[in-house]
């Protein structure tokens, strides 16, 4: 399905060559006043061509709105949005029509849609495609922004280069805020230069890296989320899945938490004037599904570029037999830098639909 959500539900549409890509956002609530210059600011970021860490595929993503806003202002009707595909070379992808490329979704597309899928650029399993997540991201976040929720994500690795991690017990709204509005979002900016030194080194050497974002949610009440396959790490997972190159994720202590004891990986409560916070927060946020008030974080990791340059083994599907492949095209030699506001994106659907979902919108 390319549709997601209950209370707020998104359906994605379109392919990376196609005439433009777009989104139905459906259940988003009505008079809600949107700030149009900073959702273009948000698609800048994750726009391609605007620097030597992405692909060279110039496209300005400027959505044009077809329904559901009037004067700037949500009107309870599905709000529609479509980004044209103005910079398309699809005879870069000629010789992979029935040569799968390796880690893509060339071969499992053609078995599951017995031929008939766009492998231009990726066709709906393109990057491309999460354009109108981040548009309906910057949405729904200024709706959360008015309720006091904060979002904001970092590269928290590139390769073996890390980032400083957010302290999980006290993250800043001007933190937030700062990363939120970064194209190269660091906490620490010293590692930009590194970071991109061996990205440089991946592409000049016809090959890419993955890495890690982290994200951060300040603001969500305690209490959000149900039990047991409606809880918050259940709800946010399943639309960061949905991002293309995402291959694992973890809340809080995560995989780390696996090998601590009891003693080491419990949170102890106590009272700060009314309120009941934690000392640490190796439970990310979340305990039993549910909120607790304490900042919600969570890291994703994305696999490296599939597509790369060097000469690679695949199979020919027309003439049944082994051959090779060169891949031509404009790839990023590493998405992470453009998948941070894409997390930011998935997480702001998320919560709107955790909080709708429990009233509490």
Not at 50 to 77: C, F, M, W, Y
Not at 321 to 335: F, L
Request: contains cysteine.
């Amino acid at each position: 399905m390319s549709s997601w959500g209950n209370g707020v539900k998104i359906s994605i549409f379109g392919e990376s060559h196609g005439g433009g890509i777009g989104v139905v956002i459906d259940g988003l609530p009505s008079g809600e006043k949107l700030d149009f210059d900073e959702i273009y600011r948000q698609m800048s970021r994750r726009a391609p061509g605007k620097d030597k860490t992405a692909t060279q595929r110039l496209e300005k993503d400027i959505p044009e709105v077809l329904s559901g806003v009037l004067n700037d202002t949500t009107t309870g009707a599905p709000l529609c949005a479509v980004i044209k595909n103005t910079n398309t070379r699809s005879g870069d992808y000629g010789n992979i029509l029935f040569c799968p490329r390796p880690g893509h979704a060339d071969y499992t597309g053609s078995v599951r849609y017995n031929g008939f899928n766009d492998i231009s650029g990726g066709g709906h399993f393109s990057g491309r495609l999460t354009a109108p997540l981040v548009f309906a991201g910057a949405v729904c976040r200024q709706i959360l922004s008015r309720r006091g929720i904060k979002i904001g994500a970092h590269i928290f690795s590139i390769g073996n280069i890390k980032d400083s991690g957010f302290d999980p017990v006290n993250i800043p709204n001007e933190l937030t805020d700062r990363l939120s509005g970064e194209v190269f979002g660091l906490i620490d900016k010293t590692k930009e230069t590194e970071m991109r030194e061996l990205i440089e080194q991946c592409r000049m050497e016809c090959d890419s890296i993955g890495g890690i974002v982290e994200c951060a949610i300040v603001g969500m009440p305690a209490g959000a989320g149900s039990p047991m396959f409606d809880g918050i790490e259940n709800v946010i997972s399943s639309i960061v899945f949905g991002i293309p190159a995402v291959k694992g994720i973890e809340f809080g202590a995560g995989f780390a938490a696996s090998g601590m004891r009891g003693s080491q990986n419990n949170d102890e409560f106590y009272y700060d004037g009314d309120t009941v916070r934690t000392r640490t927060n190796n439970h990310g946020g979340i305990l039993g599904g549910i909120s607790s008030g304490m900042p919600v974080v969570f890291r994703a990791a994305f696999k490296p570029t599939p597509s790369i340059s060097s000469e690679q083994n695949t199979v020919d599907l027309r003439n049944h037999e082994n051959t090779k492949i060169i891949i031509k095209g404009r790839h990023d030699p590493c998405v992470v830098i453009r998948a941070v506001p894409v997390v930011e994106a998935a997480a702001a659907v998320a919560v709107i639909n955790i909080l709708k979902d429990v009233n509490m919108l």
